[in-house]
């Protein structure tokens, strides 16, 4: 420092300390700049905390300047000093301290001196900033507190020239040379943008972008900040830096562009987690990998609670993020859980939780529709539609236990909305979307379960509350309570006190619901001894509660203990713990015991269960089970059992019978069931001898009475409209079912050598013969049998038939090869072929095998659901034992032999494999039949009562192909025996149509190549020998047409090539790909040409029907020789057309999904194409002309129904259906084509649309014309006979029978043709739409004719309906008249108006006349 500077620095000491700072700023007025820029670099060099006081001294005598209105002069000095203070913070930005205490006090001063700097100063302070910005890429803290003022001052300034000077110091470089006038705005855009282009420092970014943040932005500028602080987050060197980064942009998005930083901030940490994803793959063991994965969880959960921050003061950031997740296709897990974060506050609960909900579903929706719609999926893009939402779900239950815990409860609450919406009888996507969902959901909630202690509670009690008070739907929360108690029962531990309380209001629960909840708690039973007091009292007291069902749920629940303790009695545990369960099983057994002294019903059902327990092989294992069990029936039977022989009857069905009310007092039938069961396994050696002599006593005796020796004979009275008709038949069930357990018990004996086998055949001889008497004379008031068959009375379970069945059908290849799969050391070759040669008797005896195959039908068909491993042995044993023999040259007499109702033993076992593979197709087990029928082990048979394990698909694939081939053989083996074998082979053509469903679920699912080949095979085989069925000399049987059109509909997709089918779609990212097939006219020719000339057959048979006098030419004739007229009837047609339709309307919901497809495909494929490429979209266009092409194909079959004219009302509504349905998807078509702006009207669209709107539109008017009509006609017959006769008892009642017929005919056919014209109004508006936005003529493919301007006068149809006296009145007080304004339709057609419209249709925006529409 000089000796001037030095005594100016005195000097201002001097004014300082005397505060005279307006002479203080005199002084520095008379200073030059340099000067004053030498004082303050001097003064802030000092490393001193007291060495910024000079400068704050110098600032007030600027400010005193300013303030005594010296504004020139002011502004010089404090212009002067800022910008030597900006200099020097930006030289210390470099060095070591940016922090030191002295640039807070500056930087606080600068922000107070700013309204009072010049225009000349603000510049040159804003642009020293941004060159410091420019240079170093960062902007020094102190600077950073005062620039979003400095730029708001900035962009405040009027005018200012802009000279060559400032240029070259960066001010401006829009101009080459010379001086410019700028205003304040402009330079504060300039600035902004030269900062957004800059590279910015890393550890500066954050406070970049918080200064640029709180300045005063306009909308591009904040898009452009956005876009530059997106950008600088691929720059973030740490993953703990990247929250504040965030928060920043957040914060930032309450100036705007909210939709552009949500989808920033998500795809960013999309690319994260695909890197890490990738990371993993490639290194899965490295520790290091596993803590990135760690350390980016953490980060994401904190950028997740800064969203929710921001979300809740700024709602319209929650919008943006909920409208980002509803347009997105597919999300990633991360901004899956964003989402889930946003569902935390209460405004956007029900949005967020519906939208994610909606996701999940649509994606799995669109990939099981992608898979079914094999002509489509070779055309749509690769992943289209798949959000992978079981993915998604179990990411974000992995990564909750780590960073992601705050979203865990609305995942929860997510899941189980999810099973809420997709467990509901009606939804609008498929049933298998559904099931995946509800799978993924019970994944996701066992994960969550078990990672997280503070939603264990919430999930249990949201289990119980919908168990509790959900009527339907509840099974899937049995369910997911069953597998959490089955993973983890310790965690279920502290809220079993809930079970207990459900159970505690069993009144509103079902039987079932209460087995399972039981069930769900059996691990907590045995071990927990407060937890198991408590549930036992529960149940014992609702064991006696007044009403009868809540005891069958308490004894259901106490059957499920009673399994549980015998199984863990059984157990290999240790002496002590054997000895607790013990204990438990007698206590559970006790309380058994008590339940068999109630109500008849009560034992009823007690015996029903108890006898299921005992074919359980674990439960008859535990031989204190047993030991109980033999003193409990031992007791009870010494009751009834009248060793006597004086006495006809073994049994005293008197006391079993009450005398007062005449019903059933005592089910001795049930308890003989169960007893013969006992009697049959291990037993104490006295009650074992003393059992059996008595069972073989009663069983001789049973075989050697007659009706009379229970005060019964075949002519007695048998109803129950009479005290002595309900005691005798009641007495008579008891009498037979006596006879159905002896003969269980003498079949079980015989099949061990212990038996007598011709006394098995003298039993059911009884039986068969008084259950004929009981089923003839037992009758009701109408006259009508109550009794179906004997099978209805017999109480034999399906494992004891199955015991039998294997024998009585035995399989030939188990019989010849010693090295059959079955034959294992427990039941070998010998132990087989021995009782099949015992069985031989019984097999002589037709009635006897149809009597077990009816007993056995009736079980699998039953409402109770058998055990899966029972199922699956009796589709084996039918398959194998009966159906295998349908190609022999000579086929058994005990197979082919008819009984009642000409029901054969053949025609059960069909009916059986049908029953099988529908019941297990429900549950998703159907694959397992066609392993079990051609490859049996015996693990599949073994009793389990979990579903076995998945099969692999190529084996599936295999014995699918041996089956179905076989079952075809079987099928052309009975028709050669027409007409004795039609119901056989409708059984068959049921099955076979069963399993090609799933086979073709499969083919389109499956990635084994070799697999989905011979699926293919087998399905293309079936399909084409289905249509061949219709080529021959096939029955006119209703059932056998429907059966193989459907079978034919099922298979048609597979006539196709299979590379058609085997092509996975278009895949953007792919350059090496193989192209879809060509898109041709001719396509479909593969997979309709079959149906096509299966409904040209129809509709030339429906011709010739309605012209039976033979004046009708058919222009058909020749083209259709080939094909058997002969089978279409008059009772035939509707049924193949209602199958016919129902295919047509499933292809066009197919297409109608394919049409959406076309928005998310243009989508895509514009997002990989440059933003300067301007050719065609070729995949979305080759898509739009395949559908519409498909569309054409449909078209043209439903035209050929819409031409035959059906005279049967239900076949001509479903076709009327069908063609609304097809206007639908037109519509839907179109309206995705106005969404399509970059695709043009295609040459496909138009022709579609001329088949539809103007050829089958004319054909649709004059069928709705022809209905009204003869209708009308019909109406008024009918009513003036009515009028006619009514003096007449017999003809009021005819013509009102008329009338009401007439009546609902009428309402039923306006409902179907006010649908159809609106749905025809419809599509009309959008073709009209899309042609005018396209400039396009399409109105003229339009045909605007008369035929629907017209008007049902529905007074003059409803007057001959009404009644015309008081009982007439009295019949059809049920049936509503609509009134005129319901249906306000006119059959009188205005020629003018017609007119007026045709010079109007070619005009797509001239005025259209105003039509009559019936009202919906």
């Given at each position: 420092?000089?000796?001037?500077?030095?005594?100016?620095?005195?000097?201002?000491?001097?004014?300082?300390?005397?505060?005279?700072?307006?002479?203080?700023?005199?002084?520095?007025?008379?200073?030059?700049?340099?000067?004053?820029?030498?004082?303050?670099?001097?003064?802030?060099?000092?490393?001193?905390?007291?060495?910024?006081?000079?400068?704050?001294?110098?600032?007030?005598?600027?400010?005193?300047?300013?303030?005594?209105?010296?504004?020139?002069?002011?502004?010089?000095?404090?212009?002067?000093?800022?910008?030597?203070?900006?200099?020097?913070?930006?030289?210390?930005?470099?060095?070591?301290?940016?922090?030191?205490?002295?640039?807070?006090?500056?930087?606080?001063?600068?922000?107070?001196?700013?309204?009072?700097?010049?225009p000349?100063?603000?510049?040159?302070?804003?642009?020293?900033?941004?060159?410091?910005?420019?240079?170093?890429?960062?902007?020094?803290?102190?600077?950073?507190?005062?620039?979003?003022?400095l730029?708001?001052?900035?962009?405040?300034?009027?005018?200012?020239?802009?000279?060559?000077?400032?240029?070259?110091?960066?001010?401006?470089?829009?101009?080459?040379?010379?001086?410019?006038?700028?205003?304040?705005?402009?330079?504060?855009?300039?600035?902004?943008?030269?900062?957004?282009?800059?590279?910015?420092?890393?550890?500066?970014?954050?406070?970049?972008?918080?200064?640029?943040?709180?300045?005063?932005?306009?909308?591009?500028?904040?898009?452009?900040?956005?876009?530059?602080?997106?950008?600088?987050?691929?720059?973030?060197?740490?993953?703990?830096?990247?929250?504040?980064?965030v928060?920043?942009?957040?914060?930032?998005?309450?100036?705007?562009?909210?939709?552009?930083?949500?989808?920033?901030?998500?795809?960013?940490?999309?690319?994260?987690?695909?890197?890490?994803?990738?990371?993993?793959?490639?290194?899965?063991?490295a520790?290091?990998?596993?803590?990135?994965?760690?350390?980016?969880?953490?980060?994401?959960?904190?950028?997740?609670?800064?969203?929710?921050?921001?979300?809740?003061?700024?709602?319209?950031?929650?919008?943006?993020?909920?409208?980002?997740?509803?347009?997105?296709?597919?999300?990633?897990?991360?901004?899956?859980?964003?989402?889930?974060?946003?569902?935390?506050?209460?405004r956007?609960?029900?949005?967020?939780?519906?939208?994610?909900?909606?996701?999940?579903?649509?994606?799995?929706?669109?990939?099981?529709?992608?898979?079914?719609?094999?002509?489509?999926?070779?055309?749509?893009?690769?992943?289209?539609?798949?959000?992978?939402?079981?993915?998604?779900?179990?990411?974000?239950?992995?990564?909750?236990?780590?960073?992601?815990?705050?979203?865990?409860?609305?995942?929860?609450?997510?899941?189980?909305?999810?099973?809420?919406?997709?467990?509901?009888?009606?939804?609008?996507?498929?049933?298998?979307?559904?099931?995946?969902?509800?799978?993924?959901?019970?994944?996701?909630?066992?994960?969550?379960?078990?990672?997280?202690?503070f939603?264990?509670?919430?999930?249990?009690?949201?289990?119980?509350?919908?168990?509790?008070?959900?009527?339907?739907?509840?099974?899937?929360?049995?369910?997911?309570?069953?597998?959490?108690?089955?993973?983890?029962?310790?965690?279920?531990?502290?809220?079993?006190?809930?079970?207990?309380?459900?159970?505690?209001?069993?009144?509103?629960?079902?039987?079932?619901?209460?087995?399972?909840?039981?069930?769900?708690?059996?691990?907590?039973?045995?071990?927990?001894?407060?937890?198991?007091?408590?549930?036992?009292?529960?149940?014992?007291?609702?064991?006696?509660?007044?009403?009868?069902?809540?005891?069958?749920?308490?004894?259901?629940?106490?059957?499920?203990?009673?399994?549980?303790?015998?199984?863990?009695?059984?157990?290999?545990?240790?002496?002590?713990?054997?000895?607790?369960?013990?204990?438990?099983?007698?206590?559970?057994?006790?309380?058994?015991?008590?339940?068999?002294?109630?109500?008849?019903?009560?034992?009823?059902?007690?015996?029903?269960?108890?006898?299921?327990?005992?074919?359980d092989?674990?439960?008859?294992?535990?031989?204190?089970?047993?030991?109980?069990?033999?003193?409990?029936?031992?007791?009870?039977?010494?009751?009834?059992?009248?060793?006597?022989?004086?006495?006809?009857?073994?049994?005293?069905?008197?006391?079993?019978?009450?005398?007062?009310?005449?019903?059933?007092?005592?089910?001795?039938d049930?308890?003989?069931?169960?007893?013969?069961?006992?009697?049959?396994r291990?037993?104490?050696?006295?009650?074992?001898?003393?059992?059996?002599?008595a069972?073989?006593?009663?069983?001789?005796?049973?075989?050697?009475?007659?009706?009379?020796?229970?005060?019964?004979?075949?002519?007695?009275?048998?109803?129950?409209?009479?005290?002595a008709?309900?005691?005798?038949?009641?007495?008579?069930?008891?009498?037979?079912?006596?006879?159905?357990?002896?003969?269980?018990?003498?079949l079980?004996?015989a099949?061990?050598?212990?038996?007598?086998?011709?006394?098995?055949?003298?039993?059911?001889?009884?039986?068969?013969?008084?259950?004929?008497?009981?089923?003839?004379?037992?009758?009701?008031?109408?006259?009508?049998?109550?009794?179906a068959?004997?099978?209805?009375?017999?109480?034999?379970?399906?494992?004891?038939?199955?015991?039998?069945?294997?024998?009585?059908?035995?399989?030939?290849?188990?019989?010849?090869?010693?090295?059959?799969a079955?034959?294992?050391?427990?039941?070998?070759?010998?132990?087989?072929?021995?009782?099949?040669?015992?069985?031989?008797?019984?097999?002589?005896?037709?009635?006897?095998?149809?009597?077990?195959?009816?007993?056995?039908?009736?079980?699998?068909?039953?409402?109770?659901?058998?055990?899966?491993?029972?199922?699956?042995?009796?589709?084996?044993?039918?398959?194998?034992?009966?159906?295998?023999?349908?190609?022999?040259?000579?086929?058994?007499?005990?197979?082919?032999?008819?009984?009642t109702?000409?029901?054969?033993?053949?025609?059960?076992?069909?009916?059986?494999?049908?029953?099988?593979?529908?019941?297990?197709?429900?549950?998703?087990?159907l694959?397992?039949?066609?392993v079990?029928?051609?490859?049996?082990?015996?693990?599949?048979?073994?009793?389990?009562?979990?579903?076995?394990?998945?099969?692999?698909?190529?084996?599936?694939?295999?014995?699918?192909?041996?089956?179905?081939?076989?079952?075809?053989t079987?099928?052309?083996a009975?028709?050669?025996?027409?007409?004795?074998?039609v119901?056989?082979?409708?059984?068959?053509?049921?099955?076979?149509?069963?399993?090609?469903?799933?086979?073709?679920?499969?083919?389109?699912?499956?990635?084994?190549?070799?697999?989905?080949?011979q699926?293919?095979?087998?399905?293309?085989?079936?399909?084409?020998?289905?249509?061949?069925?219709?080529?021959?000399?096939?029955?006119?049987?209703?059932?056998?047409?429907?059966?193989?059109?459907?079978?034919?509909?099922?298979?048609?997709?597979?006539?196709?090539?299979?590379?058609?089918?085997?092509?996975?779609?278009?895949?953007?990212?792919?350059?090496?790909?193989?192209?879809?097939?060509?898109?041709?006219?001719?396509?479909?020719d593969?997979?309709?040409g079959s149906?096509?000339?299966?409904?040209?057959?129809?509709?030339?048979?429906?011709?010739?029907l309605?012209?039976?006098?033979?004046?009708?030419?058919?222009?058909?004739d020749?083209?259709?020789?080939?094909?058997?007229?002969?089978?279409?009837?008059?009772?035939?047609?509707?049924?193949?057309?209602?199958?016919?339709?129902?295919?047509?309307?499933?292809?066009?919901?197919?297409?109608?999904?394919?049409?959406a497809?076309?928005?998310?495909?243009?989508?895509?494929e514009?997002a990989?194409?440059?933003?300067?490429?301007?050719?065609?979209?070729?995949?979305?266009?080759?898509?739009?002309?395949?559908?519409?092409?498909?569309?054409?194909?449909l078209?043209?079959?439903?035209?050929?129904?819409?031409?035959?004219?059906?005279?049967?009302?239900?076949?001509?509504?479903?076709?009327?259906?069908m063609?609304?349905?097809?206007?639908?998807?037109?519509?839907?078509?179109?309206?995705?084509?106005?969404?399509?702006?970059?695709?043009?009207?295609?040459?496909?669209?138009?022709?579609?649309?001329?088949?539809i709107?103007?050829?089958?539109?004319?054909?649709?008017d004059?069928?709705?014309?022809?209905?009204?009509?003869?209708?009308?006609?019909?109406?008024?017959?009918?009513?003036?006979?009515?009028?006619?006769?009514?003096?007449?008892?017999?003809?009021?009642?005819?013509?009102?029978?008329?009338?009401?017929?007439?009546?609902?005919?009428?309402?039923?056919s306006?409902?179907?043709?006010?649908?159809?014209?609106?749905?025809?109004?419809?599509?009309?508006?959008?073709?009209?739409?899309?042609?005018?936005?396209?400039?396009?003529?399409?109105?003229?493919?339009?045909?605007?004719?008369?035929?629907?301007?017209?008007?049902?006068?529905?007074?003059?149809?409803?007057?001959?309906?009404?009644?015309?006296?008081?009982?007439?009145?009295?019949?059809?007080?049920?049936?509503?008249?609509?009134?005129?304004?319901?249906?306000?339709?006119?059959?009188?057609?205005?020629?003018?108006?017609?007119?007026?419209?045709?010079?109007?249709?070619?005009?797509?925006?001239?005025?259209r006349?105003?039509?009559?529409?019936?009202?919906?």
């Amino acid at each position: 420092m000089t000796s001037e500077e030095a005594v100016l620095a005195d000097q201002i000491a001097q004014l300082g300390r005397e505060k005279a700072f307006y002479e203080l700023g005199v002084l520095l007025a008379k200073q030059t700049e340099a000067t004053l820029y030498q004082l303050v670099e001097d003064d802030l060099s000092r490393i001193e905390a007291a060495g910024a006081q000079q400068t704050l001294l110098l600032f007030k005598g600027g400010s005193a300047l300013a303030e005594r209105g010296q504004t020139q002069a002011g502004d010089t000095v404090l212009g002067a000093i800022s910008s030597a203070c900006v200099g020097q913070i930006c030289e210390d930005n470099s060095s070591a301290e940016p922090d030191a205490p002295k640039w807070a006090v500056i930087s606080d001063r600068l922000l107070g001196v700013l309204p009072q700097l010049g225009p000349r100063s603000i510049i040159d302070v804003a642009f020293r900033v941004l060159a410091e910005l420019k240079t170093s890429g960062s902007l020094p803290a102190p600077c950073a507190n005062f620039v979003p003022m400095l730029l708001d001052t900035l962009g405040a300034i009027g005018a200012v020239e802009i000279t060559s000077a400032d240029m070259r110091a960066g001010v401006d470089d829009s101009s080459s040379g010379g001086s410019v006038r700028r205003t304040g705005a402009e330079l504060k855009a300039y600035w902004i943008e030269s900062a957004c282009t800059c590279k910015w420092h890393a550890q500066a970014a954050v406070r970049i972008s918080a200064a640029l943040r709180e300045t005063a932005l306009s909308a591009a500028q904040v898009e452009r900040v956005a876009g530059r602080v997106l950008r600088q987050l691929d720059h973030v060197a740490e993953l703990a830096e990247l929250p504040a980064m965030v928060y920043q942009l957040l914060l930032l998005s309450r100036s705007g562009s909210k939709q552009t930083i949500v989808g920033g901030v998500l795809a960013y940490f999309d690319g994260l987690e695909q890197n890490a994803a990738s990371e993993q793959q490639q290194n899965e063991q490295a520790q290091s990998s596993q803590q990135r994965w760690r350390d980016l969880g953490d980060t994401e959960g904190t950028v997740m609670l800064h969203i929710g921050y921001s979300i809740k003061q700024d709602f319209e950031l929650g919008d943006a993020l909920l409208a980002h997740a509803s347009a997105s296709d597919a999300l990633s897990s991360f901004s899956f859980a964003c989402v889930l974060s946003l569902a935390r506050i209460h405004r956007f609960e029900k949005a967020a939780t519906g939208a994610l909900r909606e996701l999940l579903l649509r994606g799995m929706h669109d990939r099981d529709m992608s898979a079914a719609a094999a002509w489509a999926r070779p055309y749509l893009l690769v992943g289209s539609g798949s959000t992978g939402g079981g993915r998604l779900l179990r990411a974000v239950a992995e990564r909750s236990a780590y960073g992601w815990d705050q979203v865990t409860q609305s995942l929860v609450h997510l899941c189980l909305t999810t099973l809420d919406s997709t467990s509901a009888k009606r939804s609008a996507f498929s049933a298998s979307a559904c099931a995946q969902a509800r799978e993924a959901c019970m994944r996701t909630l066992q994960t969550a379960f078990a990672g997280h202690e503070f939603v264990r509670g919430e999930i249990v009690g949201q289990i119980m509350q919908r168990v509790t008070f959900q009527t339907e739907g509840h099974e899937r929360f049995l369910e997911l309570l069953q597998r959490l108690a089955r993973a983890d029962t310790d965690a279920l531990r502290p809220y079993a006190s809930r079970i207990v309380d459900a159970l505690d209001a069993v009144a509103v629960l079902a039987g079932a619901t209460v087995e399972r909840l039981v069930r769900a708690a059996a691990a907590l039973f045995l071990d927990d001894a407060s937890f198991r007091t408590s549930l036992l009292l529960v149940l014992r007291k609702v064991l006696f509660a007044h009403a009868l069902d809540e005891r069958r749920a308490a004894l259901g629940g106490l059957f499920v203990l009673v399994d549980v303790a015998a199984r863990a009695a059984t157990a290999n545990v240790s002496e002590r713990q054997r000895q607790q369960r013990l204990a438990v099983l007698l206590e559970v057994v006790g309380l058994l015991r008590r339940s068999l002294t109630q109500q008849a019903e009560i034992r009823t059902a007690a015996y029903t269960r108890l006898a299921q327990l005992l074919d359980d092989p674990g439960a008859v294992q535990c031989a204190p089970l047993l030991q109980a069990l033999h003193g409990i029936f031992n007791a009870e039977f010494a009751k009834y059992y009248q060793r006597d022989r004086a006495f006809d009857s073994p049994i005293n069905f008197q006391l079993c019978v009450s005398p007062a009310t005449h019903r059933v007092a005592m089910p001795i039938d049930a308890f003989l069931q169960c007893y013969a069961k006992l009697a049959t396994r291990d037993a104490p050696p006295a009650s074992g001898a003393a059992g059996s002599s008595a069972w073989a006593d009663v069983c001789a005796r049973l075989a050697n009475a007659q009706l009379e020796d229970f005060e019964l004979d075949a002519d007695c009275d048998f109803t129950l409209m009479s005290a002595a008709g309900l005691r005798n038949h009641n007495t008579a069930r008891l009498v037979i079912g006596s006879l159905d357990a002896a003969i269980a018990y003498a079949l079980d004996g015989a099949l061990h050598a212990s038996g007598d086998p011709a006394l098995v055949v003298e039993l059911f001889t009884k039986f068969q013969r008084f259950a004929d008497v009981l089923c003839t004379r037992s009758v009701d008031e109408r006259g009508r049998r109550t009794i179906a068959g004997a099978s209805e009375l017999s109480q034999m379970t399906l494992p004891a038939v199955l015991r039998v069945l294997q024998f009585v059908a035995p399989d030939a290849r188990r019989t010849d090869a010693s090295a059959h799969a079955l034959n294992t050391d427990a039941t070998p070759h010998t132990w087989f072929v021995e009782r099949v040669g015992r069985a031989g008797m019984w097999r002589a005896n037709p009635a006897l095998t149809r009597h077990l195959l009816d007993v056995a039908l009736a079980r699998v068909s039953s409402a109770a659901e058998p055990l899966t491993h029972a199922v699956l042995h009796l589709a084996y044993v039918a398959y194998s034992g009966a159906l295998a023999h349908c190609t022999a040259a000579e086929q058994p007499a005990w197979l082919v032999e008819r009984g009642t109702k000409g029901r054969s033993a053949l025609l059960i076992a069909a009916e059986i494999l049908a029953a099988c593979s529908t019941m297990l197709s429900g549950r998703g087990l159907l694959d397992h039949v066609f392993v079990a029928v051609v490859r049996p082990q015996p693990q599949l048979f073994a009793f389990d009562a979990d579903a076995p394990d998945a099969q692999p698909v190529a084996v599936v694939a295999q014995c699918a192909e041996q089956l179905m081939g076989a079952l075809r053989t079987a099928v052309d083996a009975l028709l050669a025996l027409r007409p004795a074998m039609v119901r056989e082979t409708v059984s068959l053509l049921a099955a076979q149509h069963t399993f090609a469903l799933r086979l073709a679920h499969l083919c389109c699912r499956c990635a084994d190549a070799p697999a989905r080949a011979q699926l293919y095979r087998t399905l293309n085989e079936t399909a084409r020998w289905a249509f061949s069925l219709f080529g021959g000399d096939l029955p006119g049987d209703v059932a056998l047409l429907r059966h193989a059109s459907a079978l034919l509909i099922g298979c048609q997709p597979f006539l196709q090539p299979e590379s058609a089918l085997a092509h996975g779609g278009v895949d953007l990212a792919s350059s090496d790909q193989a192209e879809p097939p060509p898109v041709s006219r001719h396509m479909d020719d593969y997979e309709f040409g079959s149906l096509s000339r299966l409904v040209s057959s129809v509709c030339r048979a429906t011709r010739l029907l309605s012209n039976e006098d033979g004046t009708a030419h058919d222009e058909d004739d020749e083209d259709d020789d080939e094909t058997n007229l002969s089978v279409f009837t008059a009772r035939t047609v509707p049924a193949l057309v209602t199958v016919t339709v129902a295919w047509l309307r499933a292809e066009l919901h197919q297409i109608d999904w394919a049409a959406a497809q076309l928005v998310s495909t243009m989508r895509r494929e514009l997002a990989t194409r440059p933003a300067q490429d301007d050719e065609d979209l070729h995949v979305t266009i080759r898509l739009e002309r395949r559908i519409c092409l498909r569309l054409h194909a449909l078209s043209t079959l439903a035209s050929q129904l819409l031409a035959a004219r059906f005279a049967h009302a239900s076949a001509g509504d479903q076709v009327l259906r069908m063609y609304g349905d097809l206007h639908r998807t037109f519509a839907q078509l179109t309206k995705c084509k106005l969404a399509l702006t970059q695709v043009p009207v295609t040459e496909a669209y138009v022709d579609a649309l001329a088949l539809i709107c103007t050829q089958l539109k004319s054909h649709a008017d004059q069928i709705i014309v022809e209905r009204f009509e003869r209708l009308g006609a019909m109406n008024a017959e009918g009513g003036g006979a009515e009028k006619k006769h009514s003096g007449k008892k017999a003809d009021k009642t005819g013509g009102a029978a008329a009338g009401k017929h007439g009546l609902r005919a009428l309402l039923r056919s306006s409902t179907v043709v006010s649908s159809l014209v609106y749905q025809m109004e419809y599509t009309e508006k959008q073709v009209v739409l899309l042609g005018a936005r396209r400039k396009t003529p399409l109105a003229h493919y339009l045909k605007r004719s008369s035929a629907r301007d017209f008007r049902i006068r529905t007074a003059d149809l409803a007057e001959p309906l009404l009644p015309t006296t008081e009982e007439d009145e009295q019949e059809m007080s049920d049936i509503a008249v609509p009134s005129p304004t319901d249906m306000d339709v006119d059959l009188d057609s205005n020629a003018e108006e017609e007119e007026e419209e045709d010079q109007n249709q070619d005009e797509p925006g001239g005025p259209r006349q105003k039509r009559l529409r019936p009202n919906q």
